[in-house]
């Protein structure tokens, strides 16, 4: 998290992340491949697209526009609609509980306009808005920014591993009608097990006692953290997968697709973690879509990109309806 977002007692504290040097200028080799990831993702969208149209005798616009004619948009719309509804309210609930157990007592309405807000910043980048979240009760409630960053951090990190478990839990149910890829996953939720156990001993002193890495300000809520807490993450965390898992099922029959609740278990939570890290996998998370039902291109491309975008583009109008009262919150006006 940014060191703005710190205050004033904060900054004259001594310690190494205060005297950190200026902000490294980004690396182009990275914005290449990005670039490079992106444009593979939607080359390979235009060629299963294209060859699609091509077997139905039509050209990739007519193609396009026969699938989109034939989704049910008004029941898809009320459907969206609710589920974003719902998510927005067990988000913020996660957050809220998040900040109760290493921070303060706040309030879950008090957290609403952030969170909500936090959505229009969330278009471009996920993580970005998490840091709004912390610059937002550094001004409010004059919480040093680093310990709602750190917050943050415990949130970014159990999301991994409630999203790994999910997909764990659906490949034990429906592992063997899955693509082969999807073999790997098993042994990387024993790797991620293993890695949590060291982790949260590390972080109570069990392991590697006199290290001083675990003391930085901004892994606070590690250390507070007891093995308790990641459960309760999941538990809390749960219900929104749960009914992505119905919502998108329904949704994919509604655009021409069958789809039962047991297919799509094991994919939502490797499509959605796609979709969190920032571009290009937000492509690759469309794109994935295609490639887990590649009998149904035209109609995975066109789900796969109008839920993607509706659902970040909604969050965004629930953020307005919040940014006067947050902006009151911050600046009194």
Not at 34 to 44: K, S
Not at 49 to 76: D, I, K
Not at 78 to 105: E, P, R
Not at 249 to 258: P, S, Y
């Amino acid at each position: 998290m940014s060191e703005e977002t710190q205050n004033t007692a904060e900054e004259t504290a001594p310690s190494d992340e205060n005297m950190a040097p200026g902000k490294k200028k980004p690396n182009p080799i990275g914005r290449v491949l990005f670039l490079i990831l992106t444009a593979a993702c939607f080359a390979y969208l235009y060629y299963r697209l294209n060859g699609a149209a091509a077997r139905e005798g039509l050209g990739l616009v007519e193609y396009m526009s026969q699938v989109f004619s034939t989704v049910n948009w008004v029941p898809w719309l009320l459907l969206m609609i609710g589920y974003s509804l719902f998510y927005f309210a067990i988000d913020t609930l996660v957050v809220t509980k998040a900040l109760n157990w290493f921070i303060a007592d706040i309030k879950y309405k008090d957290i609403m306009p952030i969170r909500a807000s936090a959505y229009i910043i969330s278009i471009f980048n996920e993580q970005i808005g998490k840091g709004a979240m912390a610059y937002y009760l550094n001004k409010r409630d004059q919480i040093p920014g680093w310990e709602v960053g750190s917050v943050m951090l415990f949130v970014m990190f159990c999301e991994i591993y409630y999203l790994l478990v999910w997909a764990t839990i659906g490949f034990a149910v429906a592992g063997s009608s899955l693509p082969e890829v999807f073999g790997l996953v098993p042994y990387l939720a024993g790797a991620a097990a293993v890695l949590l156990v060291l982790w949260i001993a590390y972080f109570q002193g069990a392991i590697l006692p006199n290290n001083k890495f675990r003391d930085r300000r901004v892994l606070h809520a590690f250390r507070l953290a007891k093995p308790w807490h990641y459960g309760a993450f999941f538990l809390l965390r749960s219900p929104a997968l749960l009914a992505a898992v119905v919502v998108y099922t329904v949704a994919l029959n509604l655009f021409g697709v069958e789809a039962s609740l047991m297919t799509l278990l094991p994919f939502l939570p490797v499509i959605f973690f796609a979709a969190a890290v920032p571009t290009p996998m937000r492509a690759a998370a469309i794109t994935f879509w295609v490639i887990l039902f590649p009998e149904n291109e035209g109609q995975m491309a066109a789900f796969g990109f109008v839920q993607h975008n509706f659902f970040i583009l909604f969050n965004a109008a629930i953020g307005l309806v919040f940014w006067r009262k947050a902006q009151r919150d911050l600046f009194g006006k």
